[in-house]
C-alpha cells in the first residue's frame, strides 16, 4: 500500500515577524538565567553555603525541568504555541525574583524547584515554536534562536556584574530584572504565528518520552548541556576560588563564556549550512575540549577565562542542532522536542551535584576534568545530529516530509 505523502507545512504569512518575535522570546529567556547566575556567589556568601550546599540547591532547577518539561508537549498542542509560549514565559520571568529571597538552604531548594519548572517548560515552548517556524521558512535558523538566548544572557550579565561591583543588594537587582523581563516578553510574544497542531492529530500524552531513534541524539545533548551548566554556574566560583579572582572579575567569567557562545551561535546557521551538522559538531567538540583543558590548567584569570569562552565556542551551536534534530521525529515538534529535552537537560540536573561533589571530595580542577571529558565525547557522538542538517537542493523533500510525519528515522549513526 502506497503511503499519502504529508503535505508540506504551509509558509508564514509574515515570515520576518514571526523570526524577529521568537528571536525576542529565546532573548528574554536567556537574559533570565543570566541574570540568576551572575548572582550565585551573592546568594552563597548571604546563606554561607559550602560547595557541596551550593551544588545540591543548583541541582534542584533541573529537577523542576525534568518533571515539568514532558507536559509541555501536550500545553502546546492544546492551546497553541503562541498562547503557551506567552504564558510560560510569564511564569518563568516572574520566578526569577524567587532565589534571592529564600532565607535559609531548604528554601532556596523549594524555590529552585519552582525556577527549573518554569524555564523547562517555557524553553519546549518556545523550541517547538522555533522548529515549526524554520520548517515553514525553508532555512536554519535553530542556531542563531539559540544565539539570541546567550545574547539575552549577555547583555543580563552585564548588568549582574555591575550590580555585584556596585554590591547592590540581589533581592532588589533581581526583583526589578523580574518585571522588567515580564514586559518585554508579553510585548514580543504578540508577533508569535499562531501555529497549531492540524485537526484531528492526535493529543500528546502527559508525559512525552522520547522515541528511541532519539537516545543518541539526547546523549549529545546531554555532554553539551552538561558542560555549559557547569560553566554558567560555577565558572564565578571558579575564578574565585581556583585563581583568586575579585568578585567582579569572577562575575566577568560567565560573560567571556556567553559573549563567545552567543557569537559562535548566531553565526552557527551559516556554518552549518557550509559543513553540515556533523562536521560542525566534531570541530566543536574539539574546540570545546581544548578549553576544558585549559580551565584544569589555570591557576590565574588570564587562562582560565580564556578557557571558559573556548567551551562556549565549543559547545555553541550542539544543543540548537539536537532541539533541531528532535524536531523532526515524528508528527508532532513539541512532544518530540519535550522528550528529547528530558533527556538531554537530566545533564542539568546531575551536573550542578557531581561538580559540587567532586569539588568538595577533591577540588574544581578536578570537576572541570570531567567537563573536559564530556567534550571531548562529542565527537564521538556527531554522526547522532545528521537529521538536523536541512535537505539538498536535489532531496526529494516530499519523501522527507512524509519520513518526519511517520517518525521513520533518517540518520546514519
Given at each position: 500500500m502506497t503511503r499519502t505523502p504529508a503535505p508540506p507545512p504551509e509558509p508564514l504569512t509574515a515570515p520576518r515577524r514571526a523570526r524577529a518575535s521568537i528571536a525576542l522570546v529565546f532573548g528574554v529567556h536567556g537574559a533570565v538565567s543570566g541574570s540568576f547566575v551572575t548572582r550565585i556567589p551573592w546568594i552563597q556568601d548571604r546563606l554561607d553555603l559550602s560547595a557541596g550546599q551550593l551544588g545540591l540547591a543548583l541541582v534542584m532547577p533541573a529537577v523542576g525541568s525534568s518533571l515539568a518539561m514532558p507536559l509541555a508537549g501536550r500545553f502546546v498542542h492544546r492551546y497553541g504555541g503562541r498562547a503557551a509560549v506567552r504564558v510560560l514565559i510569564a511564569l518563568w520571568c516572574l520566578a526569577l525574583a524567587l532565589p534571592a529571597l529564600a532565607p535559609s538552604l531548604p528554601a532556596l531548594c523549594a524555590v529552585l524547584l519552582v525556577y527549573g519548572a518554569a524555564a523547562g517548560t517555557a524553553d519546549v515552548a518556545m523550541n517547538a515554536q522555533g522548529v515549526e517556524i524554520e520548517e515553514r521558512l525553508g532555512r536554519s535558523i535553530m542556531s542563531g534562536l539559540h544565539g539570541m538566548w546567550s545574547a539575552g544572557g549577555l547583555l543580563a550579565s552585564g548588568f549582574g556584574i555591575l550590580a555585584?561591583?556596585?554590591?547592590?543588594?540581589?533581592?532588589?537587582?533581581?526583583?526589578?530584572?523580574?518585571?522588567?523581563?515580564?514586559?518585554?516578553g508579553q510585548a514580543v510574544c504578540r508577533g508569535l504565528p499562531d501555529l497549531r497542531a492540524q485537526e484531528g492529530a492526535e493529543e500528546p500524552p502527559r508525559f512525552a518520552l522520547p522515541p528511541r531513534s532519539s537516545l543518541?541524539?539526547?546523549?549529545?545533548?546531554?555532554?553539551?548541556?552538561?558542560?555549559?551548566?557547569?560553566?554558567?554556574d560555577w565558572s564565578g566560583v571558579y575564578l574565585r576560588d581556583v585563581t583568586g579572582a575579585s568578585a567582579t572579575v569572577a562575575a566577568a567569567s560567565y560573560t567571556a563564556f556567553s559573549l563567545t557562545m552567543a557569537a559562535s551561535r548566531l553565526a552557527g546557521d551559516a556554518v552549518i549550512r557550509r559543513l553540515g551538522a556533523v562536521r560542525a559538531t566534531r570541530i566543536s567538540g574539539a574546540v570545546a575540549t581544548a578549553g576544558g583543558l585549559l580551565v584544569v590548567a589555570a591557576d590565574s584569570p588570564a587562562l582560565a577565562i580564556p578557557g571558559f569562552a573556548l567551551i562556549g565556542i565549543g559547545i555553541a551551536v550542539v544543543v540548537p542542532l539536537a532541539f533541531a534534530a528532535a524536531g523532526r521525529i515524528g508528527p508532532n515538534p513539541s512532544q518530540a522536542i519535550a522528550g528529547v529535552a528530558t533527556v538531554t537537560y537530566t545533564s542539568g540536573l546531575i551536573a550542578p551535584a557531581v561538580i559540587g561533589a567532586l569539588a568538595q571530595a577533591t577540588s574544581l580542577t578536578v570537576s572541570f576534568g570531567l567537563v573536559t571529558a564530556l567534550a571531548l565525547a562529542l565527537l564521538l557522538g556527531a554522526g547522532a545530529l545528521r537529521r538536523a542538517e536541512r535537505h539538498s537542493p536535489g532531496e526529494d523533500v516530499t519523501a522527507r516530509e512524509s519520513d518526519r510525519t511517520s517518525g521513520k528515522d533518517l540518520s546514519t549513526i
Open positions: 555585584a561591583h556596585l554590591d547592590l543588594d540581589a533581592r532588589l537587582q533581581l526583583a526589578v530584572t523580574s518585571l522588567v523581563l515580564l514586559l518585554v543518541v541524539i539526547g546523549l549529545v545533548g546531554f555532554c553539551a548541556v552538561f558542560a555549559e551548566g557547569a560553566s554558567m
